[in-house]
């Protein structure tokens, strides 16, 4: 009990030494401003009574103080000073609860009253608590302390989670710990990588759009071998055409008579050729012991890449036609040559377009009227369209659907044969009035026309007396002068053989060079057929000046072509003709 007392005196005399030094560090003035009777407090400890402060005071000072710390930026000055005027108060009452527990332990200590010592020294705590809080607070009024981080350290003290004096985290820049500072620069450089790989690729996209921007649109030709070369089953390219295999997808039955043949690649991969629309295609097949070559419009759109339709009017009598619409079935496979033809129009040829079809002649129309509408052409397209009864109407349904979801598409259709009761739309043949009631100023209009030879015949006869240039109508016809009788050519070529025949008077003759042949050329007669009737190889397909298929060059001499459709401008002026078309007066030299 002896050093029990010992260690009593010693706490109660470092703790007065200490608690005067705080409280005369207090300014003096305001200290004696707020408590006059500071000095008495010592004195008149022993009448205030320990129960007075243990109840009224108790750790109510501290909870009052910190929250007003957190919002002191806030506060007016007139808050400002009454913070104040209550923290000093609250040392007061703090400092004087310490010395009353002293003094109380002191007396409980020499009376061995163990209940008392305890009770005395949860008071010495709960004062210098109070003290503590509105020393802080007194702190930051007067000497300028954050008063946010002081309430933060204090209930952080709280809470344990500070750490012990003299272990506090060291810090860095910003402060930050190493670690913290080591992810932040990692995320930092990740999100420059990022940046920059983005800023990279859209460098690339926009450069990559600027070439493609800047490349001109391909010719057929270019198309073809283009996606020829990068074609497993290409046989070499005649006339910059693909040629090879293609296998019958789908067969659809369009009228009675018609029908749609689907071709698609045998390893199902898009198409390993490019057209435009309004060109042909080439099959050589043998219906029986010859080889024979037809061509067919391709009446699908080019913007379909899997995938080229042809559509075939089945002739009673015709070799090629019957076959395919009455023993081709889905799967088979065709050799095929394609693209052919010069009559396209992709809508950058003229601002309008006017369509003049007449039975099958359908077939090329309807490819233009598909690829423009797919494209969404804004412009007008007129289509007039010339047939005999409605159950021959080819593409009626799908005109229907287009003519519905496309307003500048104008379709006007007239049936030559049906009675009144079966159509209710004209039933006369083309003529003038019918052609310019429909399309209005149709002189400044470019027009193509495709069916039978006098249909066309007829149409170019109306255009020309409603006053279009010939330039602006571009013709084909299917049914063509046949000059030996069919279409058909076998695939057996003659090797040349030297011929020279004696010229006839006032006959000119025709040097086909490659070949080492001269022979005479009749004025009613054409390069091709004499070329043919001499064994002279030169292709051909239409016979009527529109797909360019017979295109030679002329070597020497001069020719008179009565329909050049199927020849450029440039290459007329290159020296070129076409075969189907050329005659002369004059002695010509031909590179064939
Ligand atoms: C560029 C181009 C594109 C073409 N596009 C298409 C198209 O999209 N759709 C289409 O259907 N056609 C098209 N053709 C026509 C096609 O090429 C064929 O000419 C057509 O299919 C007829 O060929 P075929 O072998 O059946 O008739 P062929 O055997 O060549 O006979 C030709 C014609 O003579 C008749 N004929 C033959 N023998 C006799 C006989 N003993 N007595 C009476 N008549 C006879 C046939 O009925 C037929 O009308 C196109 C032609 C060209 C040049």
Request: glycine share 8%.
């Amino acid at each position: 009990m002896k050093n029990l007392q010992a260690i009593n005196v010693t706490v109660l005399l470092s703790l007065m030494l200490s608690l005067g030094s705080v409280c005369f560090a207090q300014p003096r003035s305001a200290h004696q401003k707020h408590h006059p009777k500071a000095g008495k407090g010592r004195m008149g400890r022993g009448r205030m009574g320990k129960g007075h402060m243990g109840r009224g005071h108790r750790g109510r000072g501290e909870r009052e103080l910190y929250p007003k710390l957190i919002s002191l930026p806030d506060l007016s000055p007139e808050q400002r000073v009454k913070l104040r005027r209550v923290s000093y108060t609250l040392m007061l009452r703090g400092l004087t609860l310490m010395l009353e527990s002293v003094d109380d332990l002191f007396r409980a200590s020499i009376d061995e009253d163990l209940d008392r010592m305890h009770s005395a020294t949860l008071r010495l705590r709960t004062g210098l608590k109070q003290f503590e809080s509105a020393l802080a607070t007194t702190r930051a009024i007067e000497q300028g302390a954050s008063p946010r981080n002081e309430a933060l350290r204090w209930f952080k003290s709280e809470l344990h989670l500070l750490p012990p004096v003299g272990q506090e985290r060291k810090t860095l820049i910003f402060g930050m710990s190493p670690f913290h500072l080591t992810i932040c620069s990692v995320l930092v450089i990740f999100m420059i990588l990022m940046l920059w790989m983005y800023v990279h690729k859209m460098k690339k996209a926009a450069s990559l759009l600027q070439t493609l921007q800047n490349v001109p649109p391909p010719s057929p030709k270019t198309q073809t071998l283009e996606r020829a070369s990068a074609h497993q089953e290409v046989a070499t390219p005649r006339s910059g055409k693909w040629s090879g295999q293609l296998k019958v997808g789908s067969i659809f039955s369009e009228t009675p008579n018609v029908k749609t043949f689907r071709f698609v690649s045998p390893d199902e991969s898009p198409l390993p050729f490019a057209y435009l629309p309004g060109q042909f295609l080439t099959l050589s097949l043998k219906p029986d012991d010859k080889v024979v070559k037809r061509s067919y419009t391709i009446s699908s759109s080019p913007t379909q890449r899997y995938y080229c339709e042809i559509t075939v009017k089945r002739e009673e009598h015709g070799l090629v036609s019957k076959y395919l619409c009455d023993h081709l079935t889905e799967g088979g496979t065709l050799d095929i040559s394609a693209p052919g033809g010069r009559l396209t129009f992709t809508g950058k040829e003229a601002d309008s377009i006017v369509l003049l079809a007449g039975g099958v002649g359908i077939t090329p129309m309807m490819s233009v009227i598909r690829y423009l509408t797919d494209i969404g052409w804004p412009k007008d397209i007129y289509l007039f369209y010339s047939c005999r009864h409605p159950e021959e109407f080819i593409f009626r349904e799908e005109l229907e659907y287009l003519q519905a979801r496309h307003p500048k598409l104008h379709v006007l259709v007239t049936m030559t044969k049906a009675k009144k009761e079966e159509w209710p739309g004209p039933r006369e043949r083309l003529n003038k009035t019918l052609l310019s009631e429909f399309i209005p100023d149709i002189s400044s209009k470019r027009v193509h026309i495709c069916g039978s030879v006098p249909m066309t015949a007829a149409a170019k006869s109306i255009l020309s007396e409603l006053g279009l240039p010939k330039e602006q109508v571009k013709s084909e016809s299917f049914g063509g002068q046949k000059k030996k009788g069919t279409q058909a050519q076998t695939e057996e070529r003659q090797e040349p053989t030297e011929v020279t025949q004696a010229p006839k008077e006032g006959v000119p003759q025709v040097t086909f060079q490659k070949s080492k042949k001269s022979v005479d050329l009749p004025h009613d007669k054409c390069i091709l057929e004499v070329a043919e009737e001499n064994g002279v190889d030169i292709d051909y397909t239409c016979r009527e000046g529109t797909c360019g298929d017979c295109i030679v060059k002329i070597l020497s001499g001069e020719v008179n072509m009565e329909c050049e459709d199927g020849l450029d401008p440039e290459e007329k002026a290159q020296g070129f003709a076409l075969a189907c078309q050329a005659k002369s007066t004059k002695d010509v030299v031909v590179d064939a």
